[in-house]
C-alpha cells in the first residue's frame, strides 16, 4: 500500500462496471481498503467503497462518519444496517479497513482488530450494477488516499484479515 488514488474532497471517484463477480446477493462477502485521511471531518461522512444498484436495489458501503469506521448495507426494504470500527481514525496514518458479512453478521475491522459485529434484521440482498471507490453520493467524497481495494464474494476470516493486514495480498 501506499500509492494508491489520491482524493480531494471534492468529486473524485472511480467506477467498476458490473461483473458477476460482484454479485454478492443473499451470500457471504468481504470488502476492503487500505485508506490514509488528510481530513476526517470534512466532509464528516466519507465514502471508500459503495456497491451501488442504481434502480430498485441495494448497496453496500464502506466509510468512515466523524472518525468512526463503519460496515454498512440498505437492502430492499429500505433499512440502514451499519457495524463500527474498534477505533476512532487519525488523519496522516494509513489503516486497514475490512468489512464482512458471514451470512450472520457484519463487522468492521480496522488493522485486523475487529469491531463489535451486528446481527441485522435481514440479509443484505446487495445486487449491485457497479462499484464507486472514492464517493458515490455528492456529499460524501473521501479526502485522502484508497489504496489496494479488494471485494470477495465470502467472508474472510479473522486469521485471513490479519495475514492481509501483515503481508499484503498474497
Known amino acids: 500500500y501506499g500509492?494508491?488514488?489520491?482524493?480531494?474532497?471534492?468529486n473524485d471517484?472511480?467506477?467498476?462496471?458490473?461483473?458477476?463477480?460482484l454479485n454478492l446477493a443473499n451470500s457471504p462477502w468481504t470488502i476492503a481498503c487500505w485508506v490514509k485521511h488528510t481530513?476526517?471531518?470534512?466532509?464528516?461522512?466519507?465514502?471508500?467503497?459503495?456497491?451501488?444498484?442504481?434502480?430498485?436495489?441495494?448497496?453496500?458501503?464502506l466509510f468512515v462518519d466523524?472518525?468512526?469506521?463503519?460496515?454498512?448495507?440498505?437492502?430492499l426494504s429500505g433499512a440502514w444496517y451499519t457495524a463500527n470500527?474498534?477505533?476512532?481514525?487519525l488523519v496522516d496514518t494509513w489503516y486497514f479497513i475490512v468489512g464482512v458479512y458471514d451470512g450472520t453478521t457484519i463487522t468492521c475491522y480496522v488493522d485486523a482488530v475487529a469491531g463489535t459485529p451486528v446481527t441485522p434484521g435481514c440479509s443484505p440482498d446487495v445486487k449491485i450494477d457497479n462499484v464507486i471507490i472514492g464517493m458515490a453520493d455528492d456529499n460524501r467524497?473521501?479526502?485522502?488516499?484508497?489504496?489496494?481495494?479488494?471485494?470477495?464474494?465470502?467472508?474472510?476470516s479473522a486469521q485471513?484479515?490479519?495475514n492481509y493486514y501483515q503481508h499484503g495480498y498474497l
Open 3 to 10: 500509492k494508491g488514488r489520491n482524493f480531494d474532497g471534492n
Open 13 to 21: 471517484s472511480v467506477a467498476i462496471a458490473f461483473n458477476d463477480v
Open 39 to 61: 481530513s476526517i471531518t470534512a466532509p464528516s461522512i466519507q465514502e471508500y467503497i459503495r456497491g451501488v444498484k442504481w434502480v430498485g436495489g441495494s448497496n453496500f458501503y
Open 66 to 75: 466523524n472518525g468512526i469506521p463503519k460496515i454498512g448495507f440498505n437492502p
Open 85 to 89: 470500527g474498534p477505533i476512532t481514525l
Open 141 to 156: 467524497p473521501m479526502n485522502g488516499i484508497i489504496d489496494e481495494v479488494r471485494v470477495w464474494n465470502r467472508a474472510l
Open 160 to 162: 485471513e484479515i490479519l
